[in-house]
């Protein structure tokens, strides 16, 4: 829960926000909950409104009724009270028809809220569209803001930025031609996570962390996100993406950017971007013949047989890439990246292992067991690490045991949702947890040349089965080095 000034704050901003591509999947299963949560709590702004937009046409009770079933409302009087704050115009911002509705819809709210409207645009459309979008709101002055204080719009764009490092450069500049990058938020619903978040106070907040943190102590780290489901009905949009793009390009790497950055000056946005950046930038640049030999792509069975995938698609379903960080702090420490699809179940984990040194005094044990500790975003969040300790009896014998923080048994705050979080970040003005441009071209400079090299199919795309842990060349290649996957060994916050 926000602190009462921060509501006070919220509450004072008359806001609209439009949501172009509110008939999607996005919508349905992230924003409209989002804001009805807020919308319950008493975290909207006292003067709020939603327009929701797409090229279906609709009756404003209609699509009510519609977002209702998607929210599978319980509750009545909630659902009385919020229904009426959302109106729909049909309007396609791909080809710029009806937006002059829409400007004028928002010239009414401004007039009714008797003072200056915050607008926001939330962008939950195809990537393809988005250049056609930004000029279609600058054609129709949708991008000026309020008319009676020229109170600055803000937009909401959701990855992937591009498709690599070009198109993201144009994206960035047509987006710029009609905002500025102070009213841009290029959002990740990762970092509104609060076990992300957390990694500031879990690294920053302790003395006992921070002087262990670099190549001296940290063997490896390894970044997982892993789903049991498949593509369902994304086939079109994800057999032209592809895993590296899809998930490797912004949620991974921003994982690994908050992991290993130095501690900013203060917790605000320019200083934390500033140290992200230099991350991303001073990854090591992975020459042909080390992408061919330490990355892996693969294929879950059965995907060529679902629905608008190409018969003899090449779209990897699972990729993992092994990167370096050319610093003082990580100079030789490998990170492992991976993510995939239908693989044994969902989660996101950032497992960093220490090195095992040998002690002394139990050097005659057979097994050595590494300290690891794991920073799992889903679907638990929470803490761990492993330690080794003597298991009772009367032979000495060292066994693994974690120690764990879990965030649904250690606060009685509710926890809020990532895009709840976000959401209220944009009303407040806040982009200390969005993307900046420049991140976003750091991304792809290290994203590009491993594209390059698997559109020429090397390595070789690898079938794993549905259930697994993917292909069977990403554990070999991690063995070979002496190393194992820990993801699947994690029991964190199971409750």
């Known amino acids: ?39 319950k709590t008493n975290l909207l702004p006292k003067y709020f409104k939603i327009i929701a937009t797409a090229r279906t046409p609709h009756l404003d009770n209609d699509f009510r009724q519609i977002v209702k079933e998607m929210l599978e409302v319980k509750d009545q009087e909630d659902w009385q009270n919020f229904a009426p704050k959302i109106t729909y115009i049909s309007a396609d911002f791909d080809q710029g028809k009806n937006l002059e ?6 010239d009414h709210f401004e007039k009714e809220a008797e003072g200056c409207l915050l607008r926001i645009y939330y962008l939950s459309v195809s990537p393809t569209i988005l250049e056609n979008a930004f000029e279609n709101l600058g054609k129709n002055k949708l991008h000026l803001g309020c008319t009676i204080h020229h109170e600055k719009p803000r937009i909401i764009v959701e990855k992937p930025y591009g498709t690599d490092l070009k198109s993201a450069q144009s994206l960035g500049q047509k987006l710029l031609q009609y905002f500025g990058e102070d009213q841009i938020f290029r959002i990740d619903h990762y970092l509104g996570k609060e076990t992300v978040q957390n990694i500031f106070a879990f690294r920053f907040g302790n003395d006992i ?5 670099n190549k001296d102590h940290i063997d490896h780290v390894q970044i997982t ?25 912004n949620h991974l790497l921003q994982l690994l950017a908050l992991t290993a950055m130095d501690e900013p000056e203060k917790f605000a946005t320019e200083a934390i971007r500033v140290q992200k950046l230099a991350i991303l930038s001073n ?46 702090r990580w100079q030789g420490v490998p990170f492992y990246l991976r993510t995939g699809k239908k693989l ?10 220490f090195k095992e040194s040998g002690h ?19 679907p638990n969040e929470g803490i761990g690490i492993r330690l080794a300790a003597k298991k009772p009896g009367l032979t000495t014998s060292l066994d693994p045991v974690d120690m764990e923080f879990c ?5 009685d705050t509710p926890q809020p949702d990532a895009y709840e979080r976000l959401l209220l970040d944009v009303i407040l003005g806040d982009q200390s947890l969005f993307i900046s441009q420049e991140e976003v071209g750091a991304s792809w400079k290290i994203i590009d040349p491993v594209r390059k090299v698997w559109d020429t199919n090397h390595p070789r795309l690898s079938v794993y089965k549905p259930g697994s842990w993917g292909p069977k060349e990403a554990e070999d290649l991690i063995k070979r080095e002496g190393r194992q996957w820990l993801a699947p060994l994690l029991t964190i916050c199971k409750i």
């Open 283 to 328: 990854i090591k640049k992975i020459t042909t013949d080390e992408i061919v030999n330490t990355t892996i792509r693969g294929q879950y069975e059965g995907f060529l047989q679902e629905e608008k995938i190409a018969p003899a698609s090449q779209t990897e379903t699972y990729a993992m890439v092994k990167l370096f960080i050319e610093n003082s």
């Open 1 to 39: 829960m926000p602190q009462q000034p921060v509501i006070n704050k919220i509450k004072k901003q008359p806001t609209a926000i439009i949501i172009v591509g509110a008939t999607g999947d996005l919508a349905r299963k992230r924003i409209f909950p989002a804001l009805f949560k807020l919308f």
């Open 101 to 106: 509705r829409l400007g004028q819809k928002l």
């Open 209 to 213: 962390f921070e002087p262990i943190w």
């Open 360 to 378: 002394k005094l139990y050097e005659n044990l057979q097994n050595t067991i590494p300290n690891h500790i794991t920073i799992q975003i889903q």
């Open 407 to 411: 965030y649904k048994t250690s606060f």
């Open 225 to 249: 996100t892993a789903e049991g489901i498949g593509v369902e009905k994304r086939g079109e949009f994800y057999d032209k993406t592809g895993a590296l793009r899809d998930i490797t390009q």
């Open 344 to 353: 044994t179940g969902k989660v996101t984990s950032i497992i960093i292992q």
